[in-house]
Structures are given as structure tokens and as C-alpha cells.
């Protein structure tokens, strides 16, 4: 595969396709988004909310979660706040999200297929490492977005003039639906 996107990008960069895309580095609309890593949403996600490239700071994860008030995700986020001029945030999860039931007991099991040993598992433990809550998932969505939603909202780092939203969108017809 990199064979491939290596080749692309030779021509990619050779045709000056990138000219296209010229921006900078801060959002147009002064938002930026915390949504899932899921495929279906790389080119549905920014067309359903009427966004070109510049616009906006996108932060993607698993499940689109702040699963931590002091984890990469909110780092991004202030980041954007305090560096980019964001004043708006959206935290957009999606229907039939594939992190939604993932089970840590399972997910271990196969990292133990794949090689992975207990002792590593243990020593992770040992240190503070809670996999229940590190890699399960959510089992309703409309609370996972409120939750990640307050988490922002309620930081101490983050001013009370920055918006912040909750919305599902549709991962086949793009349609948003506002979680308040």
C-alpha cells in the first residue's frame, strides 16, 4: 500500500494538484469538530456540514469521545482555542458507530492473539492503565456525545465564550440532528 500512495503523491505533488487546497493553518469558520475516525465520514463529514478544505479543525478518534479532559484530543482542542482563533466546537458522533460496543475483555483477547503477552497487559495495569474504561466503548450515543460535550464545557482551561455542540449525523445520508 505505501508503494501505491507514494507513487500517487509524486505525481500528486509533480501536477501541483495541491494548489487547490493552499490554506492556512487557521479554521475559515473558527470551529473545529471532534468526530470518529470512521471511513464512511473522511468525505461525508465535511460535505454535510458545507465545509471546504481550511475551514475547519478536524480532531478524529474512535468514537469521536473526549475520553479525557487532559488527553490528545482536548490538547488539540485548546490548542485550536488558544493558538488557531476557535470559537466554535462540535463533538459529532454517528449512527452505527463501530467503536459503540467494543469490548475491552474481547479487544485483549485479541492483542493476545496478535502476540501481545499478559505480562505487558500487567505492567500496564500496574500503572494506572484501566482497559475497562480505556477500551470499551458506549452503549448510547446521544450520552456519550453529552458527556464528551460537558467535558469541554466544563474545563477549566477552556473560556465560557467558546460554543460547544452536540450532533449526530447520519452515516449514510449525512442528515445532522442537534443533541442538546
Not at 4 to 21: Q, R
Request: hydrophobic share 40%.
Amino acid at each position: 500500500m505505501i508503494n501505491e500512495i507514494l507513487k500517487y503523491n509524486k505525481a500528486f505533488v509533480e501536477n501541483k494538484e495541491y494548489e487547490k487546497y493552499i490554506t492556512s493553518k487557521y479554521p475559515n469558520k473558527k470551529v473545529a469538530i471532534v468526530s470518529c475516525m470512521d471511513t464512511r465520514l473522511t468525505e461525508l463529514l465535511p460535505a454535510a456540514l458545507g465545509l471546504k478544505n481550511g475551514d475547519a479543525k478536524i480532531i478524529k478518534n474512535a468514537g469521536g469521545i473526549i475520553s479525557h479532559p487532559f488527553g490528545s484530543a482536548m490538547r488539540s482542542l485548546l490548542i485550536g482555542i488558544y493558538e488557531l482563533d476557535v470559537q466554535e466546537i462540535l463533538v459529532v458522533g454517528h449512527t452505527d458507530c463501530g467503536a459503540r460496543h467494543t469490548d475491552s475483555k474481547k479487544m485483549l483477547e485479541k492483542m493476545k492473539a496478535q502476540g501481545i503477552v499478559q505480562k505487558d497487559i500487567d505492567l500496564l495495569q500496574y500503572y494506572g492503565i484501566n482497559f475497562d474504561s480505556w477500551l470499551s466503548g458506549f452503549i448510547d450515543l446521544d450520552v456519550s456525545i453529552k458527556k464528551s460535550v460537558e467535558i469541554i464545557r466544563k474545563h477549566p482551561l477552556v473560556p465560557e465564550s467558546v460554543m460547544v455542540y452536540g450532533l449526530i449525523i447520519d452515516s449514510v445520508t449525512g442528515e445532522l440532528q442537534r443533541i442538546d
